[in-house]
Nanobody, 121 residues
Framework: QVQLVESGGGLVQPGGSLSLSCAAS????????MGWYRRAPGKQRELVAT???????NYADSVQGRFTISRDNAKNTVFLQMNSLKPEDTAVYYC???????????????WGQGTQVTVSS
């Protein structure tokens, strides 16, 4: 089995910063892309940022220039540094990883349990 455990999040004032991290553990042969998604109240889940094992990144337009995604391949961990936070960033943030459990398995997506980020004064 594969588990993704997120940490970080919480309450922050507009303009503030927060950091999220997500560690993958279990039977893991390799991980390709890792990323962060979010779901705001009453909205569908949307992509925030992704990063490949080689370090190529992709960001949603709404967070470009404010958020930074990074990863530690040796620790199967992905990070999200969020700066200049806005009330519209309030959402549950989910970690995602594209995991190959054994060399003969296809890659499959796994999700974390989600962590709440609230931006409010």
């Amino acid at each position: 089995q594969v588990q993704l455990v997120e940490s970080g999040g919480g309450l922050v004032q507009p303009g503030g910063s927060l950091s999220l991290s997500c560690a993958a553990s279990g039977n893991i042969f390799s991980i390709n892309a890792m990323g962060w998604y979010r779901r705001a109240p009453g909205k569908q889940r949307e992509l925030v940022a992704t990063i490949t094992s080689g370090g190529s990144t992709n960001y949603a337009d709404s967070v470009q220039g404010r958020f930074t995604i990074s990863r530690d391949n040796a620790k199967n961990t992905v990070f999200l540094q969020m700066n200049s936070l806005k009330p519209e960033d309030t959402a549950v943030y989910y970690c995602n990883a594209d995991v190959q459990r054994y060399w003969y398995n296809p890659r499959m997506p796994y999700w974390g349990q989600g962590t709440q980020v609230t931006v409010s004064s």
